[in-house]
């Protein structure tokens, strides 16, 4: 079983940045490929990035060139850089993980965090 906690999200203005934080319990970590998912009010979980294990990244065209996902396995921890946030970024999201070797755009992860909040205001 392994255990994910998000943190980093708030309140923010448009243009502004975020460094959202997911921390995994367990020793594997650096054997995880890792998510991040986003999900609006009224609307489904959607694709924000994924990084594998060995570190190639994807991300959704939506966010491409303003948010950099990373990761830190000395720290069991993965990141999500989010810059010039727009209103339309407002939703909450979530880190998932699993050791699936599969660079993948579902959500079909293993596990999952409770999510953080992030609202931008216009």
């Known amino acids: 079983q392994v255990q994910l906690v998000e943190s980093g999200g708030g309140l923010v203005q448009a243009g502004d940045s975020l460094r959202l934080s997911c921390v995994a319990s367990?020793?594997?970590?650096?054997?995880?490929?890792m998510g991040w998912f986003r999900q609006a009010p009224g609307k489904e979980r959607e694709f924000v990035a994924v990084i594998s294990r060995r570190g190639y990244t994807y991300y959704a065209d939506s966010v491409k060139g303003r948010f950099t996902i990373s990761r830190d396995n000395v720290k069991n921890t993965g990141y999500l850089q989010m810059n010039s946030l727009k209103p339309e970024d407002a939703a909450v999201y979530y880190c998932?993980?699993?050791?699936?070797?599969?660079?993948?755009?579902?959500?079909?992860?293993?596990?999952w965090g409770q999510g953080t909040q992030v609202t931008v205001s216009s």
């Open positions: 367990g020793r594997s970590f650096s054997s995880y490929r």
């Open positions: 998932a993980v699993d050791d699936s070797s599969v660079i993948t755009t579902r959500p079909d992860f293993l596990y």
